[in-house]
């Protein structure tokens, strides 16, 4: 009875231990799930700011292809680019509420970006060699707005950037890492390009008595 005695309190001492791990893993695993939470939020949140810089800047562009269309023989070419980079952008559908998931979608974004980024460069050294339109209230006053629009989608990619970065390491890290996937939480791609508008704007300018979208 006295050996048995020993085996009983034995074994209810490792159901007891057992007990308390598994008590313990429970709740790490449910801060953990509540964090993953918490930070795929704050992934979500970021990237909407980014959208909303990026389409800041898109919204400021037709304002300024007007505006610069009326210089005198202003180049053509210059702002059907410019416009048809815009269009693309808007082309590539992601929700600005969601972070995506996808880095194939995510690259495709960044290409269509890209292209805008180059005509809108482009169009600045273009404008350069019109003194009298640089010179305007109007263009100078979007010139500044699309300047503080690009620091802004400056700050608001490195945030977005941060967020993931977080996101990510949380993911693979103890405990989250066994049931993270599981439960819906994939890696996310990080954010390299300039997103644009969603939708494609309706631009016009007039050349020589030819309106042109």
Known sequence: MKKFGIIFG?????????????GI?????GASYNRLVALNQEVDSQW????????RRAD??????????????FEKSTLVEITQARASVGQ??????????DPATLQ??????GQLSSALSHLMVVVERYPNLTATENFQELQAQLEGTENRISVARMDFNN???AYDTAIKSFPAVFFANSMGFHEKPYFQAQAGAETAPKVQFN???QTTN
């Not at 400021?60 to 023989?73: D, E, F, K, Q």
């Open 108 to 113: 495709q974004f960044d290409q269509a970006q």
């Open 60 to 73: 400021l562009i037709p304002n300024l292809v007007s505006t610069v269309s009326g210089a005198a023989n």
């Open 25 to 29: 893993l429970a709740l790490s695993a």
């Open 10 to 22: 034995i074994l209810a001492a490792i159901v007891v231990v057992v007990l308390i791990v598994v």
């Open 207 to 209: 050349f020589n008595g």
């Open 163 to 165: 967020a993931v970065q």
């Open 92 to 101: 590539v559908k992601i929700d600005p509420n969601k972070s995506p998931s």
């Open 48 to 55: 909407a700011q980014v959208e909303n810089n990026y389409q």
